[in-house]
């Protein structure tokens, strides 16, 4: 235990190492710009710097970078050595409060979606000093905000904080009403728990589908899947242990409290779960986990799968993005309290998250939008792509009790206001049902629980502190010029509730009637990405973005562009590997199986008569061939098609329209191949393989 908690955090430049290294005034310096946003003096930088390099030093550090967050959705870095020129042909170890606060960056070689023209290709990093810094690699790492030079931010973190604002100072206001005159900050607090698949790495090497897509776009189902259900909680695989227990060590050295880790449903899936912090550390960490996942795994002989869909017909990996959110002075305002105050206060946010969910699903929608995720939302292992809240009965219950008050009789009145003074205790629900929830209330947090397995968490969270803050800015727009705030708090979450009441489903959300009924209820069922995306922009949208101060108009319209770009940049590597696969390899094997069998066929014919299954299998084999010519000569038709459409909106639906469908014939095609093709032949590692061995 002992040693744990000397290795926990040792690769990081946290509060600990700031209070024994920085000079008294610095560090008060630091740590008002961390908690109220106080910009950060050259001079404390300079100190911050030098005291940042002996440490890492120390550490056996010889570089530094700029960690930053792109929108390619993972992180990217560019390494300065801290080596400078010193006296008499000497070196001296160098880093300057400039270099910490600021970087200089290639914007040009980053998706920017319109926002960098060519001419001013030069982009910055700014150092983010609410996110500590750490060491990788012998490396340095400064997480940064990525702007354009203009200071249109060209990343995933720039908004985040942006949206972190706009809560803190919209949830503040709320605070006030209720007398609360001391919360100078209120942060939404994260814990992402993430799955994955762990295969052997020799395996891995033979699919060129998994190396080029992430996925396996072929593979027939194995005779075993997960049907027995025997994986989850099951003993884990001495290998797999080893894994674990490295992972954990190397995600304590950077201070990512890694907790519990067990198997997950699918045969070869796992689950890591941390323990939750602020939504901008957890974005972090959870880039770090996705990382180190990768490169632990490497040195067990492994591969670590984060795509949301690696294998077809085996239960995909996603994400449950717990959310809450806490005051600086550590409350959770997601906990039903013990005081009627608190309760109305507690109800008053719960309010707010159900407008927000409602009028917003669009936007919680499309942040979990990638091609990858579309395997998996709807397909009964993951919420559908249909938006709704979870209350659990009993607070539901709570609610319909409220708006039931709507019933002007006094005495029935009164009941109910005492009726909901005190609420009750929340059990954590653990029932199945609501495992299937896109947006559960779980005690004192909310789950999302549609986010996919391989993105970052950026977006998902920059939307719900966005949508939650425009709630709560409406609410006290109301409030504050309230002359009765005990009553106009009752009516206003009573009124809300009954607003947007159509949000909350308690039932099975994998269920086809929900569907139905979801549409009778007027919300939104965005299936694909493409279908998703474009609210994005709406007017609406744009609106609400501008109005918080998280995007601009142009910043909005470049990230549209930047996601529309990248789904139709997905399927065509896919189509391609696709092709490649299926004209190299797949082909040739199943025609020289196909020979052998039919010299068999015409040898025996010489001597003995009969044969018939044979002749049949030789016939299946020739048809599934035919089919293979014809279907790639299609899809290559199709991808010609769209290198004359660009990678725009009608792109991006062409392939989901066309595209796809094609490749499904082929992926049918194949693996039906697959299954009467001598397992010798065929040319790469089948499911049964990957997932069993
Ligand atoms: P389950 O596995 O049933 O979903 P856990 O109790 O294991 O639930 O917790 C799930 C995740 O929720 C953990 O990562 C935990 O840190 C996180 N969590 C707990 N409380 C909060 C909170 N107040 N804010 C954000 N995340 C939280
Ligand atoms: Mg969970």
């Known amino acids: 235990m002992n040693q744990i908690s000397e290795l926990f955090g040792s690769k990081v430049f946290n509060d600990r190492v700031m209070q024994a290294r920085l000079p008294e005034e610095t560090y008060r310096a630091v740590r008002r710009t961390v908690e109220e946003g106080k910009p950060l003096d050259v001079n404390v930088a300079q100190t911050v710097a030098d005291a940042m390099k002996d440490w890492a030093v120390e550490q056996g550090a010889t570089h530094f970078t700029h960690w930053f967050q792109p929108m390619t959705g993972i992180t990217a870095e560019k390494h300065d050595s801290f080596i400078s020129p010193g006296d008499a042909d000497g070196v001296i170890m160098e880093f300057s409060g400039k270099e910490l606060l600021k970087g200089e960056s290639d914007a040009s070689s980053f998706p920017s979606g319109g926002l960098r023209t060519t001419f001013e290709a030069r982009g910055y990093t700014a150092w983010d000093p609410t996110s500590y810094a750490f060491i990788k690699d012998n490396t340095l790492c400064i997480p940064t905000a990525f702007c354009a030079y203009n200071g249109e931010c060209l990343d995933k973190k720039t908004p985040l904080l942006r949206?972190?604002?706009?809560?803190?100072?919209?949830?503040?206001?709320?605070?006030?009403?209720?007398?609360?005159?001391e919360t100078k900050r209120v942060t939404p607090t994260v814990g992402a728990e993430q799955e994955y698949f762990l295969i052997d790495k020799d395996m891995y090497e033979k699919r060129r589908d998994l190396v080029f897509t992430g996925r396996t776009l072929f593979g027939a189902k194995p005779p075993k899947g997960q049907e027995l259900?025997?994986?989850?909680?099951?003993?884990i695989?001495?290998?797999v242990l080893a894994f674990m227990k490295d992972l954990d060590a190397e995600l304590w050295k950077l201070g990512v409290l890694a907790k519990t880790e067990h198997n997950e449903a699918a045969p070869s899936q796992h689950e890591l779960a941390p323990v939750f912090t602020s939504v901008n550390t957890a974005t972090d960490h959870n880039q770090l986990t996705m990382e180190l996942m990768k490169k632990v795994a490497e040195k067990h002989g492994m591969v670590c799968l984060l795509h949301e869909k690696p294998f077809r017909g085996v239960n995909g990996s996603g994400k449950h993005n717990n959310w809450s959110l806490s005051t600086n002075r550590g409350e959770n305002l997601l906990n039903p309290g013990k005081a009627p105050q608190e309760n109305k206060r507690f109800l008053l946010f719960l309010a707010a998250i159900i407008k927000?969910?409602?009028?917003?699903?669009?936007?919680?929608?499309?942040?979990v939008a990638t091609a990858g995720n579309d395997h998996r939302l709807g397909a009964a292992e993951a919420p559908p792509a249909i938006i709704s809240v979870f209350l659990g009965d009993e607070l539901g219950a709570v609610l319909d009790a409220i708006e039931a008050e709507k019933v002007y009789d006094e005495q029935e009145r009164q009941m109910m206001a005492v009726g909901v003074r005190v609420l009750p205790a929340f059990a954590k629900d653990t029932t199945d049902r609501n495992r299937t929830s896109p947006m559960a209330f779980t005690g004192n947090k909310f789950e999302f629980r549609m986010l996919?397995?391989?993105?970052?968490?950026?977006?998902?969270?920059?939307?719900?502190?966005?949508?939650?803050?425009d709630a709560l800015a409406a609410f006290a727009d109301v409030l504050e010029v309230s002359k009765n705030l005990e009553q106009d708090v009752t009516d206003l979450i009573r009124d809300t509730y009954k607003a947007h009441k159509r949000i909350v489903f308690n039932g099975d959300n994998y269920a086809q009637e929900w569907e139905d009924e979801a549409a009778v209820r007027g919300l939104l069922n965005l299936r694909t990405t493409p279908e998703a995306l474009p609210y994005l922009i709406s007017e609406k949208n744009l609106r609400l973005f501008t109005r918080h101060h998280i995007f601009t108009r142009e910043e909005l319209c470049s990230r549209y562009e930047i996601q529309t770009e990248e789904y139709c940049k997905t399927l065509h590597i896919e189509a391609q590997t696709m092709l490649e696969m299926v004209?190299?390899?797949?082909?040739p094997s199943m025609e020289r199986y196909a020979k052998t069998v039919t010299e068999g066929f015409m040898l025996r014919q010489k001597?003995?008569?009969?044969g018939e299954g044979t002749k049949a299998r030789?016939?299946?084999?020739?048809?599934?061939?035919?089919?293979?010519?014809?279907?790639?000569?299609?899809?290559?038709?199709?991808l010609r098609e769209t290198e004359k459409m660009g990678a725009g909106q009608k792109a991006a639906v062409f392939y989901k329209d066309f595209v796809c469908r094609c490749m499904d014939e082929i992926r049918k095609a194949a693996d039906e191949g697959e299954q009467i093709t001598a397992a010798e032949y065929w040319p790469f590692p089948t499911y049964a393989e990957m997932l069993f061995r």
């Open 356 to 367: 927000a969910v409602d009028e917003y699903q669009d936007l919680l929608r499309l942040s």
């Open 163 to 181: 949206s972190m604002e706009a809560i803190s100072r919209q949830a503040c206001r709320i605070l006030r009403l209720f007398g609360d005159e």
């Open 229 to 235: 259900d025997d994986h989850y909680f099951g003993t």
């Open 237 to 239: 695989r001495p290998r």
């Open 618 to 638: 030789i016939e299946k084999l020739y048809s599934i061939i035919d089919t293979l010519y014809e279907k790639t000569a299609d899809l290559k038709e199709l």
């Open 583 to 587: 004209l190299r390899t797949i082909l």
């Open 607 to 610: 001597i003995v008569s009969g």
């Open 452 to 469: 996919g397995s391989g993105a970052s968490i950026a977006e998902a969270n920059i939307i719900l502190n966005t949508i939650v803050a």
